[in-house]
T-cell receptor, first 115, second 112 residues
């Protein structure tokens, strides 16, 4: 079956602009996660959704970052007033079992470049 | 605080076994050892996990020492497609631990 998909694969924007990154999880997966990966580092947790609600957003770096999952499937990560330091690969993952379980399935990521 | 320590890089020959070490000397009794890998330009991929017994699946084997302070991921017959960054993670799989805490991992290069 289809895996986790993310769009766009690449996004180039200018400092101060607003961007939206989309994640389509595996059908039937109730848990969804966003991570951010800077160059040369491992992914870092941003936010976790169980269904429609954000169960843990403790990894969001500041209030410019916001994510939604209105129907419990597709999620959108929104970044306002982008800064050059926001440049990274944003990864989305989903899992069947609530709150983790054995395996999180990752998408290919969206590479965000802020000029 | 890093819970695991891995060598930054290693090379291995195609067709040979690749043995990837991980130290987790502060692991607690209910924490499992997980391995993920990340091939270039892809998201991380789950490989295997274990608590204290050795585990094997179609991708790899996981050997955990008796004191559980270290483990080794074994790729039995490495191929060029196994070139990736390999992450060793310790966590408790359950309701309150869903974040994967990735370190820097080991960059494994399989050479022909």
């Amino acid at each position: 079956g289809a895996g986790v998909s993310q769009t766009p694969s690449n996004k180039v924007t200018e400092k101060g602009k607003y961007v939206e990154l989309r994640c389509d999880p595996i059908s039937g997966h109730t848990a969804l996660y966003w991570y951010r990966q800077s160059l040369g580092q491992g992914p870092e947790f941003l936010i976790y959704f169980q269904g429609t609600g954000a169960a843990d957003d403790s990894g969001l770096p500041n209030d410019r970052f916001f994510a939604v999952r209105p129907e419990g499937s597709v999620s959108t990560l929104k970044i306002q007033r982008t800064e050059r330091g926001d440049s990274a690969v944003y990864l989305c993952a989903s899992s069947y079992r609530p709150r983790g379980g054995n395996e999180q399935f990752f998408g290919p990521g969206t590479r965000l470049t802020v000029l | 605080d890093a819970k695991t320590t891995q060598p930054p890089s290693m090379d291995c020959a195609e067709g040979r076994a690749a043995n990837l070490p991980c130290n987790h000397s502060t692991i607690s009794g209910n924490e499992y050892v997980y391995w993920y890998r990340q091939i270039h330009s892809q998201g991380p991929q789950y490989i295997i996990h274990g608590l204290k017994n050795n585990e094997t699946n179609e991708m790899a084997s996981l050997i955990i020492t008796e004191d559980r302070k270290s483990s080794t991921l074994i790729l039995p017959h490495a191929t060029l497609r196994d070139t990736a960054v390999y992450y060793c993670i310790v966590r408790v799989p359950g309701d309150n631990d869903y974040k994967l805490s990735f370190g820097a991992g080991t960059t494994v290069t399989v050479r022909a």
